[in-house]
T-cell receptor
Framework: EDKVVQSPLSLVVHEGDTVTLNCSYE??????LLWYKQEKKAPTFLFML????IEKKSGRLSSILDKKELFSILNITATQTGDSAVYLC?????????FGTGTRLQVFP | DAGVIQSPRHEVTEMGQEVTLRCKPI?????LFWYRQTMMRGLELLIY????????DSGMPEDRFSAKMPNASFSTLKIQPSEPRDSAVYFC?????????????FGPGTRLTVT
C-alpha cells in the first residue's frame, strides 16, 4: 500500500529558529513530491520536486529530495509567526497524489 | 483567475438529510479531485475525474457517497443519507491534464457538520 509519512507530527519553536520537516514515502510509480502549506483554509502549493539532490528555494524555505532513500526535507530558516501552519507532503504517481498527515508548526514570538 | 470555487462554504444538516457539495474547477484544468479532511485521518482522496470521467473512486467511503461531473466546469459530491461521522471539510482541487496529477489547486473547502 502506498504511504507517505511525515515527522515530527508537531513542532513548537520561537521566531528566528530554523526548522526541518521530514517526509518519507513508499509509493509505486513515483513521479514527484510536493510540499503544501495549510493555514486555516485550503492547502497552498510550495514546491514540486522530481529530481534527487536539486534544492528548490523560495525565500526562507528550501526543499530537497532523495529518491534513493525515499525522503524529502523542508527547511525553514529564521522562522516567523506567519510560518505557523500545517505543512503537507504529497507524493504523485501516475494516477494521483498521496498525502501525508502533515506537520503542525507553531512559531511563537 | 478565479481559482477553484466551492459552495456552500459551510453546511449544517441533520442526520439522514441529503447533502450536495458543488465545485467549479479552474478553466482549462481537465482533472478534478474531491478530498475529505478530518483531524483523525488527515487529507483523504475520495474520487477523481479526468476529462469528466471518473477514474478512481476507491476512496469513496460507501454507497451513501456519489460524485458526478456532467461537464468540464462543474462537479458535485452528494451524501445521502448523511451521518454525523461524515462531518469534515471537503475540498475540491483541479489540475492540468496529461497525467500531471502533481500541482493541484485547492478550493476553499466546504465545512460540513452533520448533527
Amino acid at each position: 500500500e502506498d504511504k507517505v509519512v511525515q515527522s515530527p507530527l508537531s513542532l513548537v519553536v520561537h521566531e528566528g529558529d530554523t526548522v526541518t520537516l521530514n517526509c518519507s514515502y513508499e509509493v509505486t510509480n513515483f513521479r514527484s513530491l510536493l510540499w503544501y502549506k495549510q493555514e486555516k483554509k485550503a492547502p497552498t502549493f510550495l514546491f514540486m520536486l522530481t529530481s534527487s539532490g536539486i534544492e528548490k528555494k523560495s525565500g526562507r524555505l528550501s526543499s530537497i529530495l532523495d529518491k534513493k532513500e525515499l525522503f524529502s526535507i523542508l527547511n525553514i530558516t529564521a522562522t516567523q509567526t506567519g510560518d505557523s501552519a500545517v505543512y503537507l507532503c504529497a507524493v504523485g504517481n501516475t494516477d494521483k497524489l498521496i498525502f501525508g498527515t502533515g506537520t503542525r508548526l507553531q512559531v511563537f514570538p | 483567475d478565479a481559482g477553484v470555487i466551492q459552495s456552500p462554504r459551510h453546511e449544517v444538516t441533520e442526520m439522514g438529510q441529503e447533502v450536495t457539495l458543488r465545485c467549479k474547477p479552474i478553466s482549462g484544468h481537465n482533472s478534478l479531485f474531491w478530498y475529505r479532511q478530518t483531524m483523525m485521518r488527515g487529507l483523504e482522496l475520495l474520487i477523481y475525474f479526468n476529462n469528466n470521467v471518473p477514474i478512481d473512486d476507491s476512496g469513496m467511503p460507501e454507497d451513501r457517497f456519489s460524485a458526478k461531473m456532467p461537464n468540464a466546469s462543474f462537479s458535485t459530491l452528494k451524501i445521502q443519507p448523511s451521518e454525523p461521522r461524515d462531518s469534515a471539510v471537503y475540498f475540491c482541487a483541479s489540475s492540468l491534464p496529461s497525467g500531471a496529477f502533481y500541482e493541484q489547486y485547492f478550493g476553499p473547502g466546504t465545512r460540513l457538520t452533520v448533527t
